[in-house]
C-alpha cells in the first residue's frame, strides 16, 4: 500500500505543478502581467500567481534574480521588481 500512496502523491504533486504552468494570467493585460510573463517566461513556464502565497513570491524573485544574472540575463530594475511583487501579491494565494 506505500507503493501505492508514494505513487498517488507524486501524480498529485505533478499535476499541481503542470496545472499551475503557463496558466492563463488573471489581469493579462495589466502591467504586472505582462513584465511577469516577459522576463520570467524567457527561462521558464510561467507559474499562477496563486499558486504560492506573498512571502514565497519574495522568496522565489529573490532566487530568480541570481539565476537572471547567471544566465546573462540582467535582473529585475527596482521599479520592475516593485511592479512584478504588486501584481503576484495581489494574485497570490492566502
Known amino acids: 500500500m506505500t507503493g501505492f500512496s ?4 507524486a501524480l498529485a504533486l505533478i499535476s ?3 496545472l499551475g504552468c503557463d496558466a492563463r494570467l488573471p489581469d493579462p493585460e495589466s502591467p504586472g502581467a505582462v513584465l511577469y510573463a516577459e522576463r520570467c517566461r524567457g527561462c521558464h513556464r510561467l507559474y499562477a500567481p496563486g499558486l504560492l502565497k506573498p512571502e514565497m513570491w519574495k522568496v522565489m524573485i529573490d532566487r530568480m ?3 537572471l544574472v547567471r544566465r546573462g540575463f540582467p535582473p529585475l530594475t527596482p521599479d520592475e521588481r ?3 511583487m504588486a501584481y503576484l501579491e495581489k494574485h497570490s494565494g492566502s
Open 6 to 9: 508514494a505513487k498517488a502523491a
Open 16 to 18: 499541481l505543478v503542470w
Open 65 to 67: 534574480q541570481g539565476e
Open 82 to 84: 516593485t511592479i512584478v
